[in-house]
């Protein structure tokens, strides 16, 4: 059974960088051919995919999003990581990772999911 768990910080600062990990048990990151995503919801509002990391390696990322996101892994740990820059109290969402099957498949697993409060 795949498990993921988000952790970081739960208040963050205006024009500071938000920062997450996923980390991953009972299934590696490297295994063919699983996209690793971040998801976030805002309160009030639907899902937002904003990135995956390939099982290769490979980095996708929101157009909307590109310019302040990077999602790296360490695959010593089994984990992927956010990192949201520049943010502003509209970055306030529930942060979500997930595991898809392949590039155009659906999530099978998720994360329970993180609060984080843009706030000063």
């Known amino acids: 059974q795949v498990q993921l768990q988000e952790s970081g910080p739960g208040l963050v600062k205006p024009s500071q960088t938000l920062s997450l990990t996923c980390t991953v048990s009972?299934?590696?990151?490297?295994?063919?051919?699983?996209?690793w995503s971040w998801i976030r919801q805002p309160p009030g509002k639907g899902l937002e995919w904003m990135g995956a990391?390939?099982?290769?390696?490979?980095?996708y990322y929101s157009p909307s999003l590109k310019s302040r996101t990077s999602i790296s892994r360490d695959t010593s740990k089994n984990q992927f990581s956010l990192q949201l820059s520049s943010v502003t109290p509209e970055d306030t969402a529930v942060y979500y990772c997930?595991?898809?099957?392949?590039?155009?498949?659906?999530?099978?697993?998720w994360g329970q999911g993180t609060q984080v409060t843009v706030s000063s």
């Open positions: 990391i390939a099982y290769e390696g490979s980095n």
């Open positions: 997930a595991r898809k099957g392949s590039y155009y498949g659906t999530y099978d697993y």
């Open positions: 009972g299934g590696s990151i490297t295994t063919s051919y699983y996209y």
